[in-house]
DNA sequence: CATAAAAAAGATAAAAATATCTTTTAATCT
DNA sequence: AGATTAAAAGATATTTTTATCTTTTTTATG
């Protein structure tokens, strides 16, 4: 359903959410050992989310990227689009063609609720709702 | 969440389920274009899932692949199990160690239960509910 | 302005998933 | 028994995803 990589951004992104702001901005070499993902594919991932203005950067010596209080405003379903791109989540759940909600499958019918219900959540839900009440890092990626 | 394989395995045990018994054999190549997968990735697959013990077959003349009436009892689950193994499914959704149903974490409180529920589903329908009170290939494979 | 810092961009590499092709084995039928 | 049929097994090829490395551009600062 989601991609390895709409995984390491939407980690990335959560880890910019808790530990940076326009005033406090954060290098990929000091992320990516904290979230599990290989450094410079986390800076691929950041910079194309920073090109879709999904999060914010900037160059040079005390650059580094942040998330402004806009940024974090963006959905989870916005990250995942930018990774994945839109056809990914999309498609019929079988990869049947012809298929979609309105005239679904059978498989669609079985398990496609579900599926509905897992992009709602991410439609849904924002950054800001993420972090929303917790304190710390320990507490989204725990060792 | 399925791997393409996994699809194609499905569908090709549903055309199974369908079209075959064990005195009504049915060749790779007559299933593969109705159910759109590659002739030959399609015979790996069955040949994986016969070699497990999810649906039947015999070599030579007459032969072919089938579903015998205790093949119909096996559940989805069991196909994407033998096709993309146990990991895939049972590891956490957003890729983070040490989460699980017991510990988990922020995300997946977040999304884990569409994905628990989209799990259940799998485990809980058997073939023969697939298709029970279908008659026809067109009601799940629309053009 | 020169230097250094850091993201951006581009090129390349490795691994996994998907797909095809060839050879072997087993079953049936004449 | 010999020929034929079809799955099983094995080997190889292609594509996509994941990952790394190198060069370029931008920005800040001494």
Redesign the interface.
């Known amino acids: 359903?989601?991609s390895?990589s709409s995984?390491y951004a939407?980690?990335g992104v959560?880890y910019l959410a808790l530990n940076s702001n326009a005033d406090h901005k954060v290098l990929v070499r000091d992320i990516y050992d904290t979230i599990?993902v290989p450094e410079a594919y986390l800076a691929k991932l950041l910079q194309e989310l920073s090109r879709h203005g999904i999060i914010s950067s900037t160059r040079g010596p005390k650059g580094g990227f942040y998330l402004s209080d806009e940024d974090r405003k963006h959905t989870l379903l916005e990250i995942v689009k930018v990774i994945d791109g839109e056809n990914r989540l999309n498609s019929c759940?079988?990869?049947?063609?012809?298929?979609d909600m309105d005239?679904p499958?059978?498989?669609h019918k079985?398990?496609g609720g579900?599926?509905s219900?897992?992009i709602n959540?991410?439609e849904s839900?924002t950054i800001l709702d993420?972090i929303d009440g917790?304190k710390g890092v320990e507490?989204?990626?725990?060792?």
């Open positions: 359903m989601l390895n995984k939407i980690k959560l599990h759940v079988m990869g049947i063609r012809n298929c005239n499958c059978v498989l079985l398990v579900n599926k219900k897992f959540v991410l839900t993420l917790k507490e989204f990626f725990p060792m």
